[in-house]
């Protein structure tokens, strides 16, 4: 970028804190109140360190107004609780899962860091947890010591036979000491079975998932299998129920399902079709406990985005409580005129005139110069 130095000494600014347009954890210090989202979406955070139930809570919105932000901003109001651990995985991916519904299952486990869990819980709390599930997991509690077991080839090997990263050959087998592939999905629920009691035994309560993506399911699976991950994800909430081993005492799961508003639509309408002919579509909704519409920003609120991304000094990299740089009030009524209020296309703008600002060294900025940089560059 141009002007780099008049950038920081001028301003502070290390970068166009504007440019980047995808959610990572450290814009969480951009976080735009949405209270009664976040208040409902805490309720059942609270309600999950204490469960006495599994949860499915569905966050609906369009690219670009904040799911997967509103995902990381579920992770960190969950991680203030002891009793919850918490995970991130997505359904977007690049190949078509060849097991539909046990790749689930695999991102699961693939989303658990074990070696951190064992670090923070220690060895002696490690082994008791492991030997405290119940006999009819033993090829969990196997594999599990060996995850475990200070051998770093063996614990390797161990995570990706857990995580379906590895084929589970003969020899493999052997040398883990197991007979049995994760082949199948109830192969995988038993593994599943063996975690949340492995987790209940360190302490928590409740294996708390953000799921991102879930759309991707209709562009990934064929028609006629996207029913079996319906399926699993219900299956998955009545969780033991209906499974045939003895799994003793088990974290619960809470779901935390983001969709963009066309998958939600797609899965409106494959609940209609299933209407005469049944199907998981409608049992899985019945179990939702929570559904959200992430709607666009008003005014305030798109004041605030544009106050809070200006506040990120990457030199410190904290939040400052002012702005490194002013801008007007009518700098940001034009923003949201142009925008809607729509949260990625604030930002996009918002990057394409603070970086023109900061080429020609503007004082602030202002509705008449913004005007002019987005239709220099076919904005408006």
């Known amino acids: 970028m141009k002007s780099s130095k008049f950038m920081q000494d001028e301003y502070g600014l290390d970068g166009n804190p504007f440019l980047d347009d995808i959610a990572r954890r450290e814009w969480l210090g951009t976080w735009v109140d949405r209270d009664e989202e976040l208040a409902d979406w805490r309720r059942v955070i609270a309600a999950a360190a204490s469960p006495t139930k599994n949860y499915i809570v569905l966050l609906i919105a369009n690219y670009g107004r904040g799911k997967t932000l509103s995902l990381l901003k579920v992770v960190s109001e969950a991680d203030k609780h002891e009793a919850i651990l918490t995970a991130y995985l997505t359904f977007k991916g690049e190949e078509k899962p060849r097991n539909p519904g046990l790749d689930f299952i695999f991102r699961i486990f693939k989303s658990v860091d074990f070696n951190e869990l064992g670090a923070n819980r220690g060895e002696g709390d490690v082994h008791r947890a492991i030997e405290g599930l119940p006999d009819d997991l033993e090829e969990v509690k196997v594999i599990l010591r060996k995850i475990y077991s200070g051998d770093d080839e063996l614990s390797r090997l161990g995570a990706y036979f857990l ?3 590895v084929k589970g050959l003969q020899s493999q087998l052997r040398k883990l000491g197991v007979m049995r592939r994760i082949e199948d999905v109830e192969i995988g629920k038993e593994y599943l079975a063996g975690l949340l009691g492995f987790l209940r035994g360190l302490g928590f309560r409740t294996l708390l998932l953000a799921v991102d993506e879930l759309e991707y399911l209709f562009s990934l699976v064929p028609t006629p299998q996207r029913s079996v991950y319906l399926a699993l994800l219900r299956g998955l909430y009545d969780f033991p129920e209906g499974f045939s081993r003895r799994v003793g005492a088990i974290a619960h799961m809470a779901f935390f399902l983001a969709v963009s508003e066309d998958g939600w639509r797609k899965l409106e309408d494959m609940e209609k ?4 002919s049944g199907g998981p579509i ?3 909704l019945d179990r939702v406990d929570s559904r ?4 666009a920003f008003d005014m305030a609120q798109t004041r605030q985005l544009i106050e809070k991304r200006l506040s990120y000094s990457r030199a410190e990299g904290r939040y400052l409580d002012e702005p490194l740089i002013p801008f007007t009030e009518d700098f940001v009524a034009f923003i949201f005129e142009e925008t809607q209020g729509e ?5 996009v703008r918002c990057g394409h005139v603070l970086d023109a600002g900061l080429e ?3 004082a602030r900025l202002d509705k008449e110069f913004a005007q002019q940089v987005l239709q220099e ?3 408006i």
């Open 163 to 165: 995580r379906g990263e």
């Open 282 to 284: 409608r049992p899985l």
């Open 360 to 362: 020609k060294r503007i």
């Open 273 to 276: 079709r299933e209407a005469t």
């Open 292 to 295: 959200t519409v992430l709607g």
């Open 377 to 379: 560059r076919a904005f």
């Open 343 to 347: 949260p990625r296309h604030v930002i």
